[in-house]
């Protein structure tokens, strides 16, 4: 087990490392965040200034050294706009971009994993037809088009719910959360719905594919042959083999929530890590832009790292395949 950790976690600082360049090479290669910073009346002398204060008057490979040296001493850069830390002001609205993920991930798996393990099980059934169908929506449908439908119905025709905005603001061992007030909580569900639906018709259509597969298996047979009910095959042998899938599946649509939760955040005004990169993108806040990325590929790389040790855990032979 040892061999196999010290092999992924050498993958992943590789990749990292990799992905880095890529990141940095992309963002600074758009467009030039002095135009959109500098007043046009503002004279030449003042221009090369902010551009020697920014260090852009420099060649890029020099700034993306630069860049490395600062990561290593935990600084990611000043925002351009904001003229704040970029740690601190992407931590700043992470707590709201968590409220939103946490919501919705959990109602992707609670709903989603038990709908379709009954879709497998009874798959000729008409409420099995219904859970298909309604994943199939899931899939279909433009995420920003369910948002405004959600804030149409729910907000504005019966009023149930705000159209957006964080609402009243608790803490929770310290951490700023939406999910500490009912206020709160009344602002996280509109949008936290909107953002599980795509991942809850993944979770409904993978859960069923295991568990049609699963129960036309031959030690399903004989466990009913044995006269086990079919409560006690589910329960204890074929959950146990459908959850390796479901489980790396769903560490890397918490990534991806976490990432790309850009359209619902902006739909429902959630001040969140997602608006945060929309509006820098737009002003060209580069060190913004290149800190979120960044941040996001060592997410994504250590969610991975984390769903394959577990992986590894439920299933012996990738251990041995990795060389343990």
Sequence with gaps: MLGYLAQRIAQAVVVIFAMSIIVF???????NPIDVMI???????????????????LPLWQQYFLFLQNVARGDLGTSM???????????SRLPATLDLVLVSVSIAGLIGIPAGIWAGYKPDSKSAKIIMALSVLGFSVPTFWIGMLLIMAFAVHLGWLPSGGRGEVGTILGIPTS??????????ILPALNLSLFKMGLMIRLA??????????????????????????????????????????FGLEL???????????????????????????????????????????TL????????????????????LKGGA
């Design 255 to 297: 990534g991806s929530t976490l990432a790309f939760a850009v359209v619902t955040e902006s739909v429902f005004n959630w001040p969140g890590v997602g608006k945060l990169i929309i509006d820098s993108i737009l002003q060209l806040d580069r060190p913004v832009m290149v800190a979120y990325l960044v941040m996001v590929v």
């Design 81 to 91: 706009i904001y003229n704040v830390p970029v740690v601190g002001l992407i931590f």
């Design 39 to 57: 007043d046009p009346a503002a004279t030449e002398q003042m221009r090369d200034e902010l551009i020697r204060r920014y260090g852009l008057d």
């Design 300 to 319: 994504f790389v250590l969610i991975n790292l984390v769903v394959d040790l577990i992986y590894a855990r439920l299933d012996p032979r990738v251990r």
């Design 208 to 249: 069923r594919a295991g568990m049609v597969e699963a129960m036309r298996t031959d030690y399903v047979k004989f466990a009913r042959a044995q006269g086990l009910p079919d409560r006690q095959i589910v329960t204890s042998h074929v959950m146990r083999n459908i959850m390796i899938p479901i489980v790396t599946v």
């Design 25 to 31: 090479v992309g963002v600074f290669a758009i467009g």
């Design 179 to 188: 999910l500490a007030t009912l206020n709160g909580w009344s602002h996280v």
